[in-house]
């Protein structure tokens, strides 16, 4: 299995929900990132974790929420968001300690209403 | 902070075309990716560089590690109407024991019949 997997691909959401953004990699890779990408922009890092471990935020807001269960999953707790984080958020993974390729997952379309 | 900067922004060519893009960098990288990323979607790794002045090739796509370090270099022979995206350049920078990456500003390739 070389991929890795991103659910929901499109969420819809008010100011005032709670969601979740889910993904997956079953590589054994052991970093693991979350971006935010505008349109036409460059993937901007929001996250990193290495050993399922927090090791880099990037200065994210706090309704912005990460989390590491396990060494193949990693979401993404999103509360009280704002229009302009509408977005897509894409997770990539990489083998910890190894080559720096990343590999991105097909990413989640964020609309926040 | 940090960005690469890739020339040129956008460009339309004719299917059947050789293409040429570049992304440079005030600073050294050790290593230098290439994306390719289509609408909506996440990117997709094409060529990884390790070592200046190396020359990769990934079927109609080559790419080379600039001698200084500094820079690095895709083209895409005889493009099809599928290679239409927008391709990043990317460099790595350490963190601790955590790697992020530097993303380029991007270069848009739309190819006519």
């Known amino acids: 299995d070389t991929e890795v997997t991103q659910t929901p691909k499109h969420l819809v959401m008010g100011m005032t929900n709670k969601k979740s953004l889910k993904c997956e990699q079953h590589m054994g890779h052991r970093a693991m990132y979350w971006y935010k990408q505008k349109a036409k922009k460059p993937p901007e890092l929001m996250f990193v974790y290495s050993y399922e471990k927090l090791s880099i935020n990037e200065s994210v807001p706090s309704r912005f929420s990460p989390e590491c269960p396990n060494s193949s999953l990693l979401n993404l707790h999103l509360h009280a968001l704002q229009p302009e984080d509408s977005a897509l958020y894409l997770c990539?993974?990489?083998?910890?300690?190894?080559?720096?390729?990343?590999?991105f997952g097909p990413g989640t379309r964020l609309t926040v209403l | 902070g940090q960005q690469l900067n890739q020339s040129p922004q956008s460009m339309f060519i004719q299917e059947g075309e050789d293409v040429s893009m570049n992304c440079t960098s005030s600073s050294i990288f050790n290593t230098w990716l290439w994306y390719k990323q289509d609408p909506g979607e996440g990117p997709v790794l094409l060529i990884a560089?390790?070592?200046?002045?190396e020359l990769t090739s990934n079927g109609r796509l080559t790419a080379q590690f600039g001698i200084t370090r500094k820079d690095s270099f895709l083209n895409i022979s005889a493009s099809i109407p599928s290679d239409v995206g927008i391709y990043f350049c990317?460099?790595?920078?350490?963190?601790?024991?955590?790697?992020?990456?530097?993303f380029g500003t991007g270069t848009r390739l739309q190819v006519t019949l």
């Open positions: 990317a460099g790595p920078r350490f963190a601790g024991t955590a790697s992020k990456l530097t």
């Open positions: 990539a993974s990489r083998i910890a300690g190894g080559p720096n390729e990343q590999f």
């Open positions: 560089l390790y070592k200046a002045g």
